[in-house]
């Protein structure tokens, strides 16, 4: 690809480029393509963009039925030529080519023969013009297929003379019936006609097919779309009606009516209408012939959740989860369940046993692919998705067994977790250790921490444990720091290298003294000749204080040793901050040494950190940073959730500058 960069680069500098692009030529095997006949194509991409691709490809655009579509053909050389074939479907009229390397929407170069495009109208197997050849071929040209990706295929042009000219031409071949491509036509004689007009005109057209009758529940949905477009709500509401009217129970009257049940209203009445609206239009006629509205059914489920929780309606609750898909009920598991269980306001007993309820549903229903849609039909990322949820839900389930002291209950639910999840979740392995502790599994429990270990998400009574378990085995700590280190895979410490060389930074530190817990004034140009590791937290962040266990880890591992320190600076705090950080750091039983972050001169109490922010390019927190001869060398955001990925990565980066010259 360097030969093709440097190649471009020279032919722009060329007096002669315009020729060089005329050489590009594209011809077609028979030179009007025929519906349901085989056509082929020898193209040469001489002295044009693809000239020197080492990748060249063609994608097609046809029209068929009122409908662009495309399609990648693969593409054979012969010589300087390349050539493709495909056969014509049935009901294809225009046809347009596209050559490009690299993405298809975001080539590295293409070729579209200089904006002009390589388009081809195609006939009837007997020869015949085809209806909507003209009309396609307008809406192209003008870019107004209502696919933003066709643009590319040819520079458009709302040329009203062009458009004009195509669609004279249409009508003649069609004999004046608009109906079979009403909203497209109407779409090209708005680019050509003053606004007002234009609002007129259309008003008449569809009036006119209206009184003609027979309309079709697509058509009537186009209809109501278009006079909403255009702000004529007494029309859209007249089609509305004749929607109800001859298709009630469509997927059409089913969006209207969903539109009319949720204005202006809310709590109890909102909640009488959603129940209305399921006995009028079921959940499970539209899971028969499901539509792309599948989400009016999403959002009506979430609603009388909610409602029904709050209002303690339990019974109307799990009532919602015997047909619904796994992605709706995860919501609603996750918004009243997994929120209560974060909130700390709801009697953890009662969520418990309705979760007990709920789970066998999710399990049931992971992998119903409702999710799909959300990932562009992706099947592996709308599936790791859904694993992803389940965990989390997983998660709180198993919590809440724990705190009832349902061990065998809980137990049994780490089977369904994926095999990303199994061990990945710091606070999931602890209860999993408390859990097989309180079951007497001990023989379970070595080989848990161990793979806890080896996914980097470890707690420090973890650890202890382990220790504990070694030490019992061989009689000795001696040899225990190998052993730990032998259980984590090289993949993954090359992996948190590669993350901690990514953070190393080179900020100039402005010299700062703060008072510590006790009161004792601490300067930072004492810290010569030693690497410093920092936590800016806050009592309000909770992240901050999720990571205190793996700050705990950091802490004493360099407990003993003078040429590494580590200190917490409390920040952006207010009222009596300095009470408030000591009683918590000390009422958890945290040995921090622990720093107060001075008053700026905006009244704030954040003048050391918010020298950093500049550097940074963010206030946020919890935000490490390690200083070395005066310097922050590095610098990191945000928790991961593992107290023990949290300690090997802050001592991975002290060891690296600590071995630098």
């Not at 789970?359 to 592996?380: A, H, M, T, V, W």
């Not at 309180?438 to 009574?461: C, F, Q, W, Y």
């Not at 700590?477 to 052993?483: A, K, L, N, R, W």
Request: net charge positive; proline share 4%.
């Amino acid at each position: 690809m360097k030969r093709h960069f440097f190649t471009r680069c020279w032919l722009l500098l060329c007096p002669f480029f315009g020729q060089q692009l005329a050489a590009q030529t594209l011809t077609w095997n028979p030179e009007i393509p025929l519906q349901q006949k085989k056509v082929s194509f020898s193209y040469n991409p001489k002295g044009g963009e693809l000239e020197f691709s080492d990748d060249p490809k063609a994608l097609l655009a046809y029209y068929e039925n009122s409908n662009w579509k495309t399609v990648a053909l693969s593409l054979k050389k012969d010589k300087e030529n390349l050539l493709g074939e495909y056969s014509v479907p049935a009901g294809a009229a225009f046809f347009a080519l596209k050559f490009y390397q690299g993405d298809v929407l975001n080539p590295e170069a293409f070729d579209n023969n200089n904006g002009k495009g390589y388009l081809r109208k195609v006939l009837s197997p007997k020869g015949k013009e085809v209806v909507g050849s003209y009309l396609s071929e307008a809406a192209l040209r003008a870019g107004l297929t209502g696919n933003w990706t066709l643009n590319s295929f040819i520079n458009p042009s709302k040329n009203a003379r062009m458009i004009d000219s195509l669609l004279i031409r249409e009508e003649k071949l069609s004999h004046s019936s608009h109906r079979s491509y009403l909203f497209t036509y109407l779409d090209l004689k708005q680019a050509t006609m003053p606004a007002p007009a234009f609002v007129a005109f259309a008003d008449g057209l569809m009036k006119t097919e209206i009184k003609k009758g027979n309309l079709n529940e697509e058509l009537l949905a186009g209809m109501q779309r278009y006079y909403i477009r255009l702000k004529d709500t007494k029309s859209a509401e007249m089609v509305a009606q004749l929607i109800f009217q001859n298709y009630p129970k469509s997927g059409t009257a089913r969006f209207l009516a969903f539109g009319n049940i949720t204005k202006g209203k809310s709590g109890s009445d909102l909640t009488m209408a959603y129940e209305e609206y399921l006995k009028k239009f079921p959940y499970a006629d539209w899971k028969k012939s499901p539509d792309g509205k599948g989400h009016i059914y999403y959002e009506i489920f979430r609603g009388l959740g909610a409602q029904y929780f709050e209002s303690g309606e339990i019974e109307k609750f799990l009532s919602l989860f015997r047909e619904i898909d796994f992605k709706t009920a995860n919501e609603i598991y996750r918004w009243n369940i997994t929120k209560g269980q974060m909130m700390g306001k709801v009697d953890r007993k009662m969520l418990y046993g309705v979760s007990k309820k709920i789970l066998p549903y999710l399990i049931e229903r992971q992998k119903d692919n409702s999710y799909l849609i959300d990932f562009g039909n992706d099947q592996k990322k709308a599936q790791d998705n859904a694993d992803n949820q389940l965990n989390d839900r997983l998660y709180t389930h198993i919590f809440f067994a724990n705190d009832q002291a349902d061990y065998v209950g809980g137990n049994q639910f780490f089977q369904y977790l994926s095999k990303e999840g199994s061990y990945n979740t710091a606070d999931l392995n602890a209860l999993h250790l408390n859990i097989l502790e309180r079951l007497g599994g001990d023989k379970s429990i070595k080989l848990m921490l161990e793979k806890s270990v080896a996914a980097n998400a470890v707690t420090p009574v973890m650890f202890t444990r382990l220790k504990t378990i070694y030490v019992a085995e061989h009689g000795k700590e001696e040899g225990y720091d190998q052993y730990l280190s032998s259980l984590m895979p090289n993949d993954k410490k090359a992996e948190m290298r590669i993350h901690v060389m990514a953070n190393m930074v080179n900020y100039p530190l402005v010299p700062f003294t703060l008072e510590d817990a006790d009161g004792k004034m601490v300067n930072s140009k004492d810290w010569a000749g030693k690497v410093v590791v920092i936590d800016f937290w806050a009592t309000w962040c909770r992240p901050c204080i999720m990571a205190f266990p793996g700050m705990q880890l950091l802490v004493d591992q360099y407990a003993k040793d003078p040429a590494v320190g580590v200190y917490m600076i409390g920040t952006m705090q207010n009222g009596d901050y300095k009470t408030k950080s000591v009683n918590y750091v000390r009422g958890e039983g945290y040995r921090f040494n622990l720093l107060h972050d001075a008053i700026g001169s905006k009244g704030e109490q954040d003048q050391v950190f918010k020298s950093l922010v500049p550097f940074f390019r963010s206030s946020a927190i919890p935000r490490k940073i390690i200083i070395k001869n005066g310097e922050v060398r590095y610098s990191s955001e945000g928790y991961s959730g593992s107290p023990s990925q949290l300690r090997d990565e802050l001592s991975m980066a002290v060891e690296i500058l600590r071995a630098e010259k």
